[in-house]
Nanobody, 116 residues
Framework: QVQLVESGGGLVQAGGSLRLSCAAS????????MAWYRQAPGKQRELVAN???????NYADSVKGRFTISRDNAKNTMYLQMNSLEPEDTAVYYC??????????WGKGTLVTVSS
């Protein structure tokens, strides 16, 4: 059973930066796809960025050029570097993982608040 624990959220002013981390444990050798999602108040959860085997990445248009997804396999950790943050980036950010059998796992989320 895979466990995902996010950290790094907090309050930041517009234009600032944060780095989110997602620490994975338990059965992680089968994970071949990871992603960050976010859900703002009153809105649906949306994909922010994903990273697949071979470090193939993909970003939502709204964060391209500002956010960078990466992972450190030695530390079993995925990151989301967020720069030039905007109030519209305020949301709970969730870590997502999918294994080779298409089982999906979610973290509990970390809150990012960007003040104007």
């Amino acid at each position: 059973q895979v466990q995902l624990v996010e950290s790094g959220g907090g309050l930041v002013q517009a234009g600032g930066s944060l780095r989110l981390s997602c620490a994975a444990s338990g059965g992680i050798f089968r994970i071949n796809f990871m992603a960050w999602y976010r859900q703002a108040p009153g809105k649906q959860r949306e994909l922010v960025a994903n990273i697949a085997d071979g470090d193939i990445t993909n970003y939502a248009d709204s964060v391209k050029g500002r956010f960078t997804i990466s992972r450190d396999n030695a530390k079993n950790t995925m990151y989301l570097q967020m720069n030039s943050l905007e109030p519209e980036d305020t949301a709970v950010y969730y870590c997502y993982a999918r294994n080779i059998n298409a089982y999906v796992y979610w973290g509990k989320g970390t809150l990012v608040t960007v003040s104007s």
